[in-house]
């Protein structure tokens, strides 16, 4: 079965109808195929491949870059803990280590009940709020282990509470619809 429908077909047209070159549209593709299925499958690279006239190893080689782009199934939330040099002299490696024993086993890749993903990350550009977490893109500054607890647990509620600034995106479907440049699904815009 396609993972892009008939209706994400006629949007991945459209996404890609506001670029003057059909294969700037890539990364925005990638989104909506990860809105579709909650992660990009080697069907969803080739789809893309498709609809933009290109190599499916070309937008392997984009999709791989990016640690954005999830290339097995994940959790509705992406927990990412960055554990580079300002967050981890704030105790972003312990953080990481302690939403590991929260979350359990297989943490990384998707945890039993399907709720939650953890990735250790690198510098999210926020140094200033180390040590900082992100879920789904969102950032949570300044997280303490008590923080951490909280927030996975509210997460495993699917309800993500506000982040450090505006307001989260929700799942990592939702969040990825967004990317793509869509409002939310069945949303006219
Ligand atoms: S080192 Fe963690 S955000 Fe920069």
Redesign the pocket.
Known sequence: MSVLTPELRRESEEIAARYPTRRSALMPLLYLVQSAEGWVSREGLQEVADVLGITTAEVEAVATFYTMFRLEPAGRYVVSI???????LRG?KALYERAHELMGPGAEQVTEDGMLTLHE???????D????VQVNFANYDRVTEEGLAELIEALRRGDPPPPSRGEHPGDLKATSRLLAGLGPEGASE
Do not use: Q
């Open positions: 960055c554990t580079n040099l300002s967050c981890a972003g990350e690198e510098c999210l550009g926020a140094c709020a180390a040590p900082l």
